[in-house]
């Protein structure tokens, strides 16, 4: 079994899937340059007490996307399966930019009630980011242990608080913010991160996920 999880985590087929991962980077650019005409045209910005509609379809279209293809289209699984756990989880380490939301707080740009739950979770699961890739660099098993699905659920749960507060908080509460509301996060530059980022992340963590289940097996 040890012997399996370091063939595919030490020697990923991603070579073998070049098509597919030349595919996936055109579609990624394709998606970023979609958010930023939109975020441009002012797209993203919803009227003063009304839910981030457009935010939301921004955040969860990319990634039902994903999903649909993970599940239906065979050489996206395939790839998926075979991608870098190691680069995956290296890529999780700049989430402790997450202390950006906190400055942003500090200057009367985002409301605490948004700013520390989403940065607090950002940094915590940046700066574990090289513990557990220092767990796979050690122990190629380890990408099939509990504590490796723990640390990846733990980096969704982080990005769905913040998420859920960000939509929700405006939904229930409209005058909750105050003067200092989230509506910067549906200008440029802050859109990218609901719309282009936390999807990313979170499909890294589903691919982490997808495959720790894969191995278990």
């Known amino acids: 079994m040890e012997n399996t999880l370091v063939t595919r985590v030490n020697h990923p087929k991603v070579s073998a899937l070049s ?20 975020a441009a045209r002012g797209e993203f910005a919803a009227p003063a007490g009304s839910p981030p509609l457009a935010l939301l379809i921004g955040l969860l279209a990319p990634l039902s996307l994903f999903l649909l293809g993970y599940w239906t289209i065979r050489p996206l699984r395939e790839f998926v399966l075979s991608a870098d756990l190691r680069l995956i989880v290296g890529i999780q ?10 400055t942003l ?9 948004f700013a520390w ?13 090289p513990w557990v890739l220092s ?19 733990s980096g969704i749960l982080d990005l769905a608080v913040a998420v859920s507060i960000g939509a929700l908080v405006p939904l229930l509460a409209p005058k909750f913010y105050g003067a200092v509301s989230t509506a910067p996060m549906a200008q440029l530059p802050l859109v990218l991160v609901p719309t282009f ?21």
């Open 19 to 38: 098509g597919t991962s030349a595919f996936i980077a055109g579609i990624f650019l394709t998606w970023l340059a979609l958010i930023l005409v939109l």
């Open 93 to 102: 380490a700049w989430r402790w930019a997450g202390f950006g939301f906190l």
């Open 105 to 113: 707080y500090t200057y009367g740009v985002l409301p605490g009630i």
């Open 117 to 129: 739950p989403a940065g607090l979770g950002d940094m915590a699961i940046g700066v574990t980011a």
């Open 135 to 153: 767990a796979l660099l050690r122990r190629p098993g380890f990408a099939a242990s509990k504590a490796f699905v723990a640390w990846n659920l």
């Open 197 to 217: 980022l936390v999807p990313t992340f979170l499909m890294l963590h589903l691919t982490a996920l997808f495959q720790a289940r894969h191995l278990g097996r």
